[in-house]
């Protein structure tokens, strides 16, 4: 394993980075990076970014918004999150087990008096306190894993920035974001920065891997990682895109996450259909949009298309039934 320093707050560039690594550093067998954003929302590669953030506010505080590559909920940074990647060739060996890429995290916390379980579907708790959610990628069966950790974030712009969905809220049995989530700092029995604390928890990572020696991006590489950031993922395309026509919305929460659709229909036929949420999945979303067009807005035709496909590629955890019946009521 290789790790990356990067002291880069700019979160597009931040991001640019973690997908250039992952998608063109291929030589490179194992990769890990720490780096920390200042104030922006990072939306999941499937979500719907007007419906997702308080956009008024956002835009009235100066407030980031960025659109990451892997599937998952948005989350909002600011300089004293710390956020880690872990990207690998050996995707096969830990597929979705964000368990096992969180153990440094809960390893770290430990040698600091502080007792972290992982929970849920991809979380890490203290006391039953969010502090950390994690996403995977995945590319030519390389892997991309990575995890937002709240160090000392502003709580209050946290709820504010975030447009958190009611149902979301409910299906916790809570009243509020604040009530769900916690600071490290705040569990902390010794304070420190958030500078200290990186560098333990990449301290960690190198009892784990003893051999680890640091990857020194070249001037190619850094060239082409602004390129990537200016030209993909600091632009409203790519974090807004075109908003979809639509007759029909519907939207459906399940354990493993949820799904909004949002589906053109004439004289009963699916003439366009986007599908988005905070669910996981290996592959683009938008190959099982594209084999839904021309069919009967029919839940039995929808689902008869979907038991066609390998659905568990694009919606992990969730039934072909489960993601027709988010289309079709």
Same mark, same amino acid.
Request: glycine fraction near 6%; charge should be negative.
């Given at each position: 394993?290789?790790?990356?320093?990067?002291?880069?707050?700019?979160?597009?560039?931040?991001?640019?980075?973690?997908?250039?690594?992952?998608?063109?550093?291929?030589?490179?067998?194992?990769? *890990?990076?720490?780096?920390?954003?200042?104030?922006?929302?990072?939306?999941?590669?499937?979500?719907?970014?007007?419906?997702?953030?308080?956009?008024?506010?956002?835009?009235?505080?100066?407030?980031?918004?960025?659109?990451?590559?892997?599937?998952?909920?948005?989350?909002?940074?600011?300089?004293?999150?710390?956020?880690?990647?872990?990207?690998?060739?050996?995707?096969?060996?830990?597929? *979705?087990?964000?368990?096992?890429?969180?153990?440094?995290?809960?390893?770290?916390?430990?040698?600091?008096?502080?007792?972290?379980?992982?929970?849920?579907?991809?979380?890490?708790?203290?006391?039953?306190? !969010?502090?950390?959610?994690?996403? @995977?990628?995945?590319?030519? &069966?390389?892997?991309?894993?990575? &995890?937002?950790?709240?160090?000392?974030?502003?709580?209050?712009?946290?709820?504010?920035?975030?447009?958190?969905?009611?149902?979301?809220?409910?299906?916790?049995?809570?009243?509020?974001?604040?009530?769900?989530?916690?600071? /490290?700092?705040?569990?902390?029995?010794?304070?420190?920065? $958030?500078?200290?604390?990186?560098? @333990?928890?990449?301290?960690?990572?190198?009892?784990?891997?003893?051999?680890?020696?640091?990857?020194?991006?070249?001037?190619?590489?850094?060239?082409?990682? @602004?390129?990537?950031?200016?030209?993909?993922?600091?632009?409203?395309?790519?974090?807004?895109?075109?908003?979809?026509?639509?007759?029909?919305?519907?939207?459906?929460?399940?354990?493993?996450?949820?799904?909004?659709?949002?589906?053109?229909?004439?004289?009963?036929? /699916?003439? &366009?259909?986007?599908?988005?949420?905070?669910? *996981?999945?290996? !592959?683009?979303?938008?190959? $099982?949009?594209?084999?839904?067009?021309?069919?009967?807005?029919?839940?039995?035709?929808?689902?008869?298309?979907?038991?066609?496909?390998?659905?568990?590629?694009? *919606?992990?955890?969730?039934?072909? @039934?489960?993601?027709?019946?988010?289309? $079709?009521?």
């Amino acid at each position: 394993m290789k790790y990356i320093v990067n002291k880069s707050h700019n979160p597009a560039y931040n991001i640019a980075l973690e997908a250039y690594a992952f998608r063109e550093l291929l030589a490179e067998d194992e990769l *890990f990076v720490l780096w920390i954003n200042e104030p922006a929302i990072i939306i999941g590669k499937h979500q719907n970014a007007i419906e997702e953030i308080n956009k008024a506010y956002t835009d009235e505080h100066g407030i980031h918004v960025v659109r990451r590559l892997s599937g998952g909920g948005a989350v909002y940074h600011d300089l004293n999150n710390l956020n880690y990647t872990i990207i690998s060739n050996k995707s096969q060996e830990g597929t *979705f087990d964000f368990k096992t890429f969180s153990k440094p995290v809960i390893e770290t916390l430990a040698d600091l008096g502080v007792t972290a379980t992982f929970t849920g579907r991809n979380d890490l708790e203290i006391d039953g306190k !969010k502090f950390c959610g994690n996403a @995977q990628a995945y590319f030519k &069966g390389r892997m991309m894993h990575h &995890g937002c950790l709240l160090f000392d974030v502003d709580m209050t712009v946290l709820e504010n920035a975030l447009q958190v969905s009611k149902d979301k809220i409910e299906s916790k049995g809570v009243k509020s974001v604040r009530a769900r989530v916690t600071n /490290i700092l705040d569990e902390l029995p010794e304070k420190m920065t $958030v500078e200290a604390f990186s560098d @333990q928890l990449l301290n960690k990572i190198k009892e784990q891997y003893p051999d680890m020696t640091e990857y020194v991006l070249s001037e190619a590489d850094l060239e082409n990682i @602004q390129n990537l950031a200016d030209n993909q993922f600091a632009t409203w395309d790519w974090t807004y895109g075109q908003s979809p026509e639509y007759t029909i919305k519907r939207s459906v929460r399940y354990p493993a996450g949820k799904i909004t659709t949002y589906a053109n229909i004439e004289k009963s036929v /699916i003439k &366009g259909i986007k599908i988005y949420g905070d669910f *996981f999945g290996i !592959k683009d979303v938008a190959e $099982v949009e594209q084999s839904l067009i021309g069919l009967r807005y029919d839940y039995l035709d929808v689902l008869k298309k979907l038991q066609t496909i390998d659905t568990t590629k694009y *919606f992990t955890n969730i039934a072909p @039934q489960e993601i027709a019946g988010a289309i $079709v009521e």
